[in-house]
């Protein structure tokens, strides 16, 4: 147990539809971000929010890419539009004492 | 160049040995070091994080920190076939700022 859960663990899109990752943090954090990492790369930046707030953005956050924390807790990743290069395992991640703690991740196929 | 550069292996190392993991960073801003461990197809894991220059012991595993050249590097002594990941390197500029990682060193403890 993570004290990250995120939904789905594994999701297969056709290229061109939506979809949307959700990740629920087990208790209360203030800052919840969100990364992407593709085979043999390290996890990228997406975004991060402070409670409710989207405090910054990467530029590879392209106008495809939403993502919401509307109460504070948890949050949500969408992606419009689906292409292959979305294909990535797609972290969610809290700050603890030390580091990140990272949630398993959903791992997106698009076909 | 990339802000958090590590050589990508492979890196094998027979069991019992020490593995010598080696990370530099282009930012010399950064404050707030880390090393995660990633099995094949899992989440990031953070395992060792490191402040300041020195070393840093936990268990057998031992972190480096360099600040004037820039450099981090992580220590496994008495590798064991189940420390067989890709070890990932981050570097942050401390408080909850965002984490920058490497593309990972892919370990092989060899039996």
């Known amino acids: 147990d993570t004290g990250v859960s995120q939904d789905p663990r594994h999701k297969i899109t056709k290229r061109g539809q939506n979809v949307t990752f959700r990740c629920d943090p087990i208790s209360e954090h203030n800052r919840l971000y969100w990364y992407r990492q593709t085979l043999g790369q390290g996890p990228e930046f997406l975004t991060y929010f402070q409670n409710e707030a989207q405090l910054e953005k990467s530029r590879l956050l392209s106008d495809r890419f939403s993502a919401e924390r509307p109460k504070g807790s948890f949050s949500t990743l969408e992606i419009q539009r689906t292409e292959q290069g979305d294909s990535a395992m797609y972290l969610c991640?809290?700050?603890?004492?030390?580091?990140?703690?990272f949630g398993s991740g959903t791992r997106l196929t698009v076909v | 160049q990339k802000e958090v550069e590590q050589n990508s292996g492979p890196l094998s190392v027979p069991e019992g040995a020490i593995a010598s993991l080696n990370c530099t960073y282009s930012?010399?801003?950064?404050?707030?070091f880390f090393w995660y461990r990633q099995y094949s197809g899992k989440s990031p894991e953070l395992i060792m994080s490191?402040?300041?220059?020195g070393d840093k012991e936990d268990g057998r595993f031992t972190a480096q920190l360099n600040k004037a050249s820039q450099y981090v590097s992580l220590l496994i002594r008495d590798s064991q076939p189940s420390d067989s990941a890709t070890y990932l390197c981050?570097?942050?500029?401390?408080?909850?700022?965002?984490?920058?990682f490497g593309i990972g060193t892919k370990l092989q403890v060899i039996p």
């Open positions: 930012d010399r801003g950064s404050q707030s």
């Open positions: 981050a570097v942050s500029s401390g408080g909850y700022q965002k984490v920058t």
């Open positions: 991640a809290l700050t603890g004492a030390q580091g990140y703690t």
């Open positions: 490191i402040y300041s220059n």
